[in-house]
T-cell receptor, first 113, second 111 residues
Framework: NAGVTQTPKFRVLKTGQSMTLLCAQD?????MYWYRQDPGMGLRLIHY???????AKGEVPDGYNVSRLKKQNFLLGLESAAPSQTSVYFC????????????FGNGTRLTVT | SQKIEQNSEALNIQEGKTATLTCNYT??????LQWYRQDPGRGPVFLLL?????KEKRKERLKVTFDTTLKQSLFHITASQPADSATYLC??????????FGSGTRLQVQP
């Protein structure tokens, strides 16, 4: 049981390049999330999804797009990377039950130069 | 909007002592509050959840309290060990099932 798997683990982009981060979960969770974590700022929610084919904006959605074509996968896209998007990105998933805890992946460290 | 405040300064304590971490929030009281542990280079791991109608929750050496009057949760680790050294995050649901996290408090337990 792998839990939540994020790929890649590390990536360096040049300003203006695009990329997609992949999150996969094998727990049959309905809800999935993308957070970014910056020093001293904690985890901030980018986008989330409450089910296959649905997505919603979080606290810091600008510059990112997401898709949830399959229940087990949640993709985060950067169409034109900016240095301000240098961060560690975490994916998480949880069950539909209201107080279920989040299960996190181990993050993707992205540097935009 | 709901803001969560955790002490950004690291907490250094001696092995065997009790560590107490604080989480304050600013607006409405959430239905529940969660605590997570995060080790360097890893994602957060869930530890405990406490509901608004619960004053205290325990799990082994961990204890969480929830005071909706003070808008505060306290997280205690008794008989602390060097292996407890990590960053501890509190989180609450601000609606839409999207958890909002505090910035975390780093705990360092000295042997």
């Amino acid at each position: 049981n792998a839990g939540v798997t994020q790929t890649p683990k590390f990536r360096v982009l040049k300003t203006g390049q695009s990329m997609t981060l992949l999150c996969a979960q094998d727990m049959n969770h309905e809800y999935m999330y993308w957070y970014r974590q910056d020093p001293g700022m904690g985890l901030r929610l980018i986008h989330y999804s409450v089910g296959e084919g649905t997505t919603a904006k979080g606290e810091v959605p600008d510059g990112y797009n997401v898709s949830r074509l399959k229940k087990q996968n949640f993709l985060l896209g950067l169409e034109s990377a900016a240095p301000s998007q240098t961060s560690v990105y975490f994916c998480a998933s949880t069950r539909r039950t209201e107080d279920s805890p989040l299960h996190f992946g181990n993050g993707t460290r992205l540097t935009v130069t | 909007s709901q803001k969560i405040e955790q002490n950004s300064e690291a907490l250094n304590i001696q092995e065997g002592k009790t560590a107490t971490l604080t989480c304050n929030y600013t607006n409405y009281s959430p239905a529940y509050l969660q605590w997570y542990r995060q080790d360097p280079g890893r994602g957060p791991v869930f530890l405990l959840l406490i509901r608004e109608n619960e004053k205290e929750k325990r799990k082994e050496r961990l204890k969480v309290t929830f005071d909706t009057t003070l808008k505060q949760s306290l997280f205690h680790i008794t008989a602390s060990q060097p292996a407890d050294s990590a960053t501890y995050l509190c989180a609450l649901d601000t609606g839409r099932r999207a958890l909002t996290f505090g910035s975390g408090t780093r705990l360092q337990v000295q042997p």
